[in-house]
């Protein structure tokens, strides 16, 4: 992310005005739990996935004078592609960027995101990688699980989200609005088994999921 | 007879008396507090608070001109058709038509801006109505069609329809209500809604034993609705001949509509609720719910009172 003060005053006014209105405006949130929201970092936002809107609602629900440390994890592949997206990617939205695939090559694909961390920064992190079918919630990946064992006094906090996914879905380009549900679940901790903390999280954002009552969309 | 802003000086009355009524409901709540320590009346709480938010957006807009006033009403028809289409079940192929019947908020507000009568009140039920089952049997998926074009017709007509009346009243009132304009029309139409369901809920709490429609909503009683829509009326009485064209009588008369609409406009949406298996329509509202909750009475008051004044006094 760039020190550039006059990046980061682009970068709090994209979010500020531009975010805010579209979101809270335009879509409207409806919180619950919103007291579970960590008040500051290091913490971890886990989220599920329909839509690129997410990490924007997400950062959105969040106080403004945490927006400096707010970084969502994305992949490297889909939004460092050169040019102004990533210049965008990069410096308004403040991506942490991942290699997908690379911790099977031995490196560690999460060091950037364990050093915002040490920072004292706030990561939003979508566990089940891709947006892929929208408003359907697939297994999630592992690196969630190594992520909360590397720093286990970090809270990682689930959140369910529904209606962006119908909002603006994968594959589309129009943004057709729809109220926005988003569920604050109660911070985990991470533990020596990566799986179990994983499956741990899933459960957990499909128990938020569960007490909603969400209309059919086929 | 002109107060500050240029508004009539009954608009003015009116709204001071909006804003005592207010203070003191503000008052009750603190008292209530204080009496009963223990007790913390969060949704009363809540609720005060957000009339006083609701309140204050709705009189800035409508006082400020007559502009804001239309943006303000359709931006509220916005958010109920939002709220609408989020709670029902839709197709994925209708994403597109969906952004068409946002469309249709800017264009029927502007027929009620510019009173074209003859537009606004053909345009959703006539032309809206024809266009949106076509444009889905050309998307070209049968399944769930009826289902789809049911929901969204009728959506449009409570969200965008009914709702735009109040900007028809707002803009055409000026002409037959020289002592109020459009805008004590409007004031005296919302005012005495808003009214109608605290006072109905105030009566049900007091009084209420005997239920009206046990399987739709069950907090409502013919207590609360009788003593609800005589208290309405009592006021519209009262306040009717400040704000509008009408004497006392016909004031009276116009709470009886208002009363008895808003309450078939609340117990239409509670069967809708319970159809969908929700509690409150969203959370936009704290203590309220949704903003469907809120204008749920509106939805038939305001379209009963504007043809019902629409007939009697417009020329």
């Known amino acids: 992310m760039s020190q550039n003060p006059l990046v980061r005053l682009l970068r709090f006014l994209f979010f500020a005005v531009i975010v805010r209105a579209v979101i809270l405006v335009a879509l409207g949130l409806t919180v619950r739990h919103r007291e579970r929201l960590p008040k500051d970092g290091p913490a971890v936002l886990a989220g599920n996935h329909n839509s690129n809107l997410d990490a924007l609602a997400i950062m959105a629900l969040m106080p403004p004078r945490l927006l400096p440390k707010l970084r969502p994890v994305a992949a490297m592949d889909y939004f460092l592609t050169g040019g102004f997206r990533s ?8 991506i942490i960027p991942v290699k997908r695939g690379s911790g099977k090559e031995g490196g560690n694909p999460l060091q950037l995101a364990e050093e915002a961390l040490d920072r004292g920064e706030i990561l939003v992190i979508f566990p089940e990688g891709t947006r892929g079918e929208p408003e359907t919630l697939q297994e999630f990946k592992k690196g969630i699980g190594h992520l909360a064992h590397a720093r286990p006094n970090v809270p990682v906090v689930p959140v369910f989200m529904h209606g962006l996914g119908k909002t603006l879905p994968r594959g589309s380009l129009l943004l057709v609005p729809f109220n926005v549900i988003v569920s604050v679940g109660a911070p985990l901790y991470g533990t020596s088994s990566y799986s179990e903390f994983v499956s741990k999280l899933q ?11 969400l209309p059919v969309w086929e | 007879m002109t107060g500050p802003l240029g508004l009539p000086a009954n608009v003015v009355y009116a709204t001071a008396g909006i804003y005592a009524l207010l ?4 008052l009750i709540v603190l008292v209530l507090r204080w009496r009963n320590p223990g007790v913390r009346y969060q949704e009363l709480a809540d609720r005060t608070d957000s009339w006083w938010w609701m309140i204050g957006a ?21 958010l109920a058709l939002k709220e609408y289409l989020s709670l029902i079940p839709t197709r994925r192929i209708d994403r597109g038509v969906l952004l068409f019947a946002y469309l249709a908020i800017p264009i029927q507000f502007y027929w009620a801006a510019i009173d074209w009568y003859g537009m606004f009140i053909v345009f959703v039920p ?20 009826l289902r789809a074009v049911g929901t969204l017709s009728w959506g449009l007509m409570m969200t965008v329809f009914t709702l735009s009346h109040m900007a028809w009243l707002l803009v055409s009132g000026d002409k037959v209500n020289p002592i109020a304009g459009g805008v004590g029309l409007l004031l005296f139409l919302v005012v005495l809604t808003q009214f109608n369901d605290v006072a109905q809920y105030i009566w049900g709490k007091l009084l209420g034993r005997h239920k009206v429609t046990p399987t739709v ?7 609360g609705l009788i003593g609800g829509v005589a208290t309405t009326i009592a006021v519209a009485a009262l306040i009717g001949p400040y704000l509008t064209p009408m004497d006392w009588l016909w004031s009276a008369l116009a709470g009886t509509v208002l009363g008895i609409a808003g309450f078939l406009g609340d117990i239409t949406l509670s069967a809708v609720k319970r159809d969908l298996g929700v509690k409150d329509t969203g959370g936009l509202i704290p203590g309220h719910g949704g903003i469907l909750d809120r204008v749920d009475s509106l939805t038939y008051a305001a379209p009963a009172f504007v043809h019902f004044i629409r007939y009697f006094f417009y020329p």
């Open chain 1, 87 to 94: 210049w965008f990617a990069t410096n308004i939205i403040g």
């Open chain 1, 203 to 213: 459960r957990a954002i499909a128990d938020l999921a569960a007490q909603e009552k």
């Open chain 2, 23 to 26: 203070v003191l409901a503000t």
């Open chain 2, 58 to 78: 709705f009189t800035l807009a409508v006082l400020l001109n007559q502009t804001v006033a239309v943006v303000f009403l359709a931006f509220i028809s916005y």
């Open chain 2, 126 to 145: 006539v032309w809206m109505f024809l266009f949106f089952p076509a444009f889905m049997a050309l998307r070209g998926e049968t399944q769930g069609f």
């Open chain 2, 217 to 223: 909503s069950p907090k409502k009683t013919w207590e």
